[in-house]
């Protein structure tokens, strides 16, 4: 509240004992998922991302340093980027819903499937590099997949993090900087995720994401 305008006294002390209900309102989903096999798939991986990285030369978007393949994984990759694909694909299936005619359809089976037309590259970061605040226009999931976590796992301050800023945009800056709201993660503008290898992380295209050094 304002403390410069209120329209009703509350006294404290009368609702002592008593829980307020709190609802996380326009909640962003965040997706993880660890891939069973993903050691023996990330081998495989692994090889293919070191062959093409040698025959081709860095692509330039939101890469600060290091390499970045064509979006065309899926068609270099081989057997390994088809499977990691064809993984994406089923768990956007599993976490989206169709309207079609006011009622709603889990996409399972039993039920239509989105026809999606997915995409992927291969992104190799090493020390120092990092990628640079964006977005995925024109797709409605979009998702970054560890081959290899570079120890980051094991060691937190490597650093690495693929960070989620806020998309209330200024909101939590309007306020005195010690308060915060007493729910998960609060109003804190970004949130970090720490690589690790053979996990898959979803998360809607329109969410700004960037990779810190």
Not at 66 to 93: E, F, V
Not at 117 to 129: D, E, F, I, L, T
Not at 198 to 206: C, E, H, I, K, Q
Request: glycine share 10%.
């Amino acid at each position: 509240m304002d403390s410069a305008s209120s329209s009703a006294a509350v006294a404290v002390g009368s609702i002592s004992g008593l829980d307020p209900e709190i609802v996380a309102l326009f909640a962003t989903p965040l997706i993880f998922f660890d891939i069973p096999d993903a050691p023996s798939l990330n081998v495989e991986l692994r090889r293919v991302i070191s062959w093409r990285e040698k025959g081709q030369a860095s692509m330039l978007h939101s890469n600060q340093g290091g390499w970045q393949s064509s979006p065309d994984m899926d068609r270099w990759g081989g057997a390994p980027a088809i499977k990691l694909l064809a993984i994406g694909r089923n768990i956007a299936n599993r976490v989206t819903r169709v309207r079609r005619n006011g009622q709603e359809h889990a996409l399972s089976p039993g039920h239509p499937v989105v026809p999606w037309k997915g995409g992927m590259w291969a992104n190799v970061n090493r020390s120092g590099h990092a990628n640079e605040l964006h977005w995925h226009r024109g797709t409605y999931w979009a998702g970054v997949y560890y081959v290899d976590d570079g120890g980051i796992d094991a060691d937190a301050s490597l650093g690495g993090e693929l960070e989620f800023v806020d998309p209330r945009g200024p909101v939590p800056t309007m306020f005195p900087p010690e308060l915060d709201v007493a729910l998960s993660g609060g109003l804190s503008p970004k949130h970090r995720v720490s690589p690790k290898a053979g996990r898959l992380v979803m998360f809607p295209a329109w969410l700004m994401h960037q990779v810190r050094p």
